[in-house]
């Protein structure tokens, strides 16, 4: 089971299926904030100037991944840690396909997990959903 593409879910859905509902960055890519706040990176660079760009289109947002470097004009108002789950065993579906069925759910949430993992869910990795909004001046 090739799970490469779970450790960056925002990057390779902005990347492939998601694509025309990317705002590009050089090494981040972010929804357009009419669809949903969240984005990813994918650069060792510094993105800080890139991440104040997309705030000034939006009141908050999420950046998925490790911790992001910022600048003045962007605030961290959080962490929400979260278990990735994927369903191991394929589901028979009439349309045979490679996709693997993930979630991600805040790590604290403890009823919602024990349920996913009745479904058949099992925890791939903690993964990290970083709450930023810009600084209002």
């Excluded at 925002?10 to 705002?23: G, I, K, Q, R």
């Excluded at 510094?46 to 910022?70: Q, R």
């Excluded at 929400?80 to 949430?109: F, G």
């Amino acid at each position: 089971m090739d799970t490469f593409k779970l450790d960056n879910p925002a990057w390779y859905s902005l990347n492939e299926a998601h694509e025309e509902f990317a705002v590009n960055y050089d090494g981040l890519k972010f929804y357009q904030p009419a669809y949903c706040p969240f984005g990813g990176v994918f650069t060792d660079k510094s993105v800080a100037l890139n991440i104040a760009d997309y705030a000034s289109f939006t009141d908050y947002f999420f950046l998925i991944g490790d911790e992001p470097k910022i600048d003045q004009n962007v605030k961290i108002d959080g962490e929400l840690v979260c278990n990735q789950m994927i369903l191991e065993k394929p589901i028979d579906l009439e349309s045979n396909t490679s996709k693997i069925p993930y979630l991600d759910v805040a790590s604290d949430n403890a009823n919602a997990i024990r349920l996913y993992q009745k479904l058949g869910f099992v925890s791939r990795r903690k993964l990290s959903f970083w709450k930023m909004s810009r600084v209002l001046r």
